[in-house]
C-alpha cells in the first residue's frame, strides 16, 4: 500500500512536470491556434543556458530569471523571424516549420554543449521529506508549477494585455478593429510559452539529467495531458497534466512495464481524440459552414 | 507558399507532358540508360545508396499521396515503413518463405494496418493529425523491443536477412539484381501512382484536400475516400520497407526511430509536396545529403536538414519538382 501511495506521490511529482509543458502548449495554442512541436527542443536550449550561466558562478535564482528573460526573447524572435511571414500559409507548411525548429534547435543544442549527459543542480533542499514520500525537489517543483499556473490565470484574467491577448486569438478581425495589436499579440503568446518552457526545462532537468533529447517524450505525454485536459483550457492542462503523470507511473509500474511507457502516452492521445476530442474541461468547438 | 493548397500545379503534375521537340520515346531511352549506367559504372557502395534512395522514393512517395495529395499530415509513416520491414525479415528468416512473397505480404499488411489506423484518423485534423503520428513513430521502437513479441522480432537484437541471388542465371551479384529489382518495382509504383492521380479516385483525393465540403457535395464519400488513401499510402510505405529489409539485410527497432519519419517528411517537402516525380528527388536527397554533411560534424546534418527545410518551405514550396516545373514552362514559352 505504501508502495501505491508513493508511485501516486511520484506521479503527481512529475505530472507537475508535464503540467507545466503542456500549460506552455496550451498558451500558444490559445494565442496562435498553432500546436509548437518544437516547445520541448526549446525548453532543453533554455535548460543549457540556465546550466551555462549556472557553471557561470551565477546564484541559481538569478540564472532562473535570465534564462526566462533570455527564452522569452528568444520566442518571441521565433515568431518574428519564422512563423509571421507564413501566417497565411497552409497547416501543413506550418507542420514543416516546426519540424524544422525541431531539427535545428535540438542539434544546435548538440553542437554547442556536446551530447553528454550532464547533471543539473536543484535550488531545492534535496533529499527525501514526509517520511520517504516525497524528496525536497519534487515538492518545490509541483510548488513553482502550481505558482506558474497562479501568475499565467491572474495574467490572463485581470489584466488588459492579457484580455487583448485573449481577444486577439478569439477574434482577430474585431481585435484589430479596435486596436489590439494581433501579430505582436501573438508574438508574446511565442514569448510567454518559450519562457514557462523553460521554467519546466529548468525543473525536470534534474530529475532526468540533461542531455539534449531530454524533452522529446515529456513533450508527448504534456501533448497527451494538455488533450485530455482540454487544449483551450490551461486549467485543463495542469490538471491533465498531473493526470498523465499519475497514469503513466501507475501504468508502468502495475500494468505494461516500464519498457512500453511511451506507448501509454500514444494510447492516451488516441483514447481522448476517440472517446472525447474536446477534453475534460475543453469547449466544445462548433463552425458555421 | 499558397502553392501547396493550391490545385493546380498538383493536378497539372499528374500528366507529365515531355518538353516540346523531344520525341517521348528518346526520353525513355535515356531515362533507361541513366537507371542502367550504375550497374556498369558503380562500385557496391554507391549502387547500395542509388538502391537505397530508390526504396526511400517509394516510400517518400507513399507518404506524398497521404499527406501531399490527401492533405492529412502523417508524421508517422516510418511505422509503416518499419512494419513492412519486419514483415519482410520476418517472412524470411523465421517463415523461410521466398524474398518474392515479402514484397506483396508486406504491402498488404501495412495497407490493412494503414485502413485501421485511418479509420480514427478521420477524426483528427491538421496538427492533431501531425502529432498522433508523431508519437505512433516514437513508439515504434519500444513496441518492436517489446518482450511479448520478442520471439518474432527478435526483441533488440532485431533480425538477420540474407539478400536474394539473381534468378534465371542472370549474370548480375546480389548488390546488382536488387538495384535491378529496386528501380523496376520503383517504376511500376510509380506509373501506377501516376494513373491513380489522374484516375477519377486521384481527382477525389485532392478534392477533398481542397475543399472537402464541396466534395461531399458533389457526392463523394469523405470517410470511405480518406481512409483507402491511407491504406494506399500505407501499403505503399511497407513495400519500400520490405525491400530495405532486403537491402540492408538487417532489421532492428534502433533503425526505426521517430527521427526516420522526420527524414521522410524532409524528403517530401524538398522533392515537391503533391508530385509523383518529386518523391525521386526526395530519395536521392535523404541519402546523399546527410553523407555530405556528416563531414562538417556530427550534428550537421540535422541541422542542415532543418535549415533546408525550412528554406525550402520559404524559398521553394513547390520542392525540386515545383523549380523543374517552373523552369520548364518557362523554357517552352
Redesign the interface.
Known sequence: MNGFLHQIIAGIATGGIYASVALALVMIYQATH??N?AQGEMATFSTYIALTLVNAGWPFWLAFVATVGISFCLGVLIERV?MR??D??????????F??????????T??VFD?TVKPFPTPFFDGPLLGGLVSGHELGSTAVTLVVLGLVYLFFRHTSLGLAMRAAAFNPVSARLVGVRVGWMLALGWGLAAAIGAIAGIMVAPVVFLEPNMM??IL?YA??GALLGGIDNPLGAVVGGFAVGVIENLGGTYIVGT?????L??VI??GV??VK?SGLFGRVVLSR? | MSELSEAPPSLRSATVRPAPGIPPALLWALGAVALLLPLFMAESFTLFQLTTAAIYAIAILGLNIITGYNGQISLGHGAFYAVGAYVGAIMLDKLNLPYWSTLPAAAVICGILGWGIGRPALRLGGLYLALTTFSLAVAVPQILKYRGIEEWTGGVQGVLVTKPDAPFGLPLNPDQYLYVLTVLLALGVFILARNLMASRLGRAIVAIRDHALAAEAMGMNIANIKTATFAISAAITGLAGALSALAVEFVSPDSFQASLSITLFVGMVVGGVASIFGAVFGGLFVVFMPNIAEGLSKSAPGVIYGIILIAFLFLLPGGVAGLLRRLGARLRR
Request: proline letters at 6%.
Open positions: 498553432h500546436v512541436f519564422l511571414p507564413m497565411k500559409a497552409p497547416v501543413l507548411t506550418h507542420v514543416g516549420l519540424i524544422g525548429l525541431v531539427l535545428v534547435v535540438s542539434n544546435l548538440g553542437w551530447y522529446l517524450g508527448l501533448f497527451a519498457e512500453l511507457k511511451l506507448t502516452a500514444l492521445i488516441i481524440l476517440l476530442p459552414v
